[in-house]
């Protein structure tokens, strides 16, 4: 299996920035893409921003051009800089592994993290 801990996120005024990290452990050789999420209160968890083994990327229409995610592979360490922040982003971040070990597939979990935008 792949662990992942997630550091970064906090209290930023709206327009501020803020960078979440998280390291992957374990089988990492069997990551596909790796993903960050949140979830709002009352809200179902979404996808924010998406990178493949490639490094191919894509985003949630509500962060374009505000989110960057990247990956260092070497280091085993996905980003999601965040620019530009409003108080709709405010939210639990989780951090995402798509697996894939002999055929089957399966999905790592960070812990979270919370990031909240004050107006």
């Known amino acids: 299996q792949v662990q992942l801990v997630q550091s970064g996120g906090g209290l930023v005024q709206a327009g501020g920035s803020l960078r979440l990290s998280c390291a992957a452990s374990?089988?990492?050789?069997?990551?596909?893409?790796m993903d960050w999420y949140r979830q709002a209160p009352g809200k179902q968890r979404e996808l924010v921003a998406r990178?493949?083994?490639?490094?191919?990327?894509n985003y949630a229409d509500s962060v374009k051009g505000r989110f960057t995610i990247s990956r260092d592979k070497a280091k085993n360490m996905v980003y999601l800089q965040m620019n530009s922040l409003k108080p709709e982003d405010t939210a639990v971040y989780y951090c995402?592994?798509?697996?894939?070990?002999?055929?089957?597939?399966?999905?790592?979990w960070g812990q979270g993290t919370q990031v909240t935008v004050s107006s």
């Open positions: 995402a592994a798509a697996l894939e070990v002999a055929g089957t597939k399966s999905t790592s």
């Open positions: 374990g089988i990492v050789f069997s990551i596909n893409t």
């Open positions: 990178i493949t083994s490639g490094g191919s990327t």
